[in-house]
């Protein structure tokens, strides 16, 4: 059907690839998920199927259909869990990333796994999906694991 478009929130955000400069741009998430309230996150996103995302870039206002596989990271504005429920069950962990690209990325993951599960290590392998999120005190980094040559633990 041409022209038909689910709804959207456009998010400012900073995208790294595996070539190039990283670029200030926008991205676009559902206004709506059928899992949780409010619209969906960046996180939910990257970790769609979806091959690709559109990302429009600031200094030039076109839109880029981006490889996920070729995205090492997506920062947005810092986006805190404000679920209390969530929040009282999740344990925080510093960790350091080192990527393939040479960047160093230090800053705080909320781990929600079983305490028999409480370390680093867990976290990192707990999940099938491509992308996570670390957060820093500016922004949260959703971060490509492809892409992460070591991860040093800061706790």
Do not use: C, W
Request: glycine fraction near 6%; avoid cysteine.
């Amino acid at each position: 059907m041409p022209g038909f478009q689910l709804p959207s929130t456009a998010l400012p955000a900073r995208l790294t690839l595996t070539h190039g400069r990283p670029r200030a741009g926008t991205i676009y998430v559902g206004a709506r998920v059928p899992h949780h309230d409010g619209p969906e996150t960046p996180l939910e996103m990257l970790n769609r199927r979806d091959a690709f995302f559109p990302f429009r870039a600031a200094d030039d206002g076109k839109v880029l259909l981006v490889a996920k596989r070729q995205t090492i990271a997506l920062a947005v504005d810092r986006a805190p869990i404000t679920d209390p429920d969530r929040l009282s069950a999740a344990r925080e962990l510093r960790l350091e990333l080192v990527l393939d690209n040479g960047a160093k990325l230090a800053g705080r993951v909320t781990m929600e796994l079983p305490e028999h599960q409480s370390r680093p290590l867990d976290y990192l392998n707990a999940a099938p999906e491509p992308f996570f999120a670390i957060t820093t005190d500016e922004s949260t980094h959703y971060v490509n694991r492809a892409h992460v040559l070591f991860v040093r633990p800061r706790d």
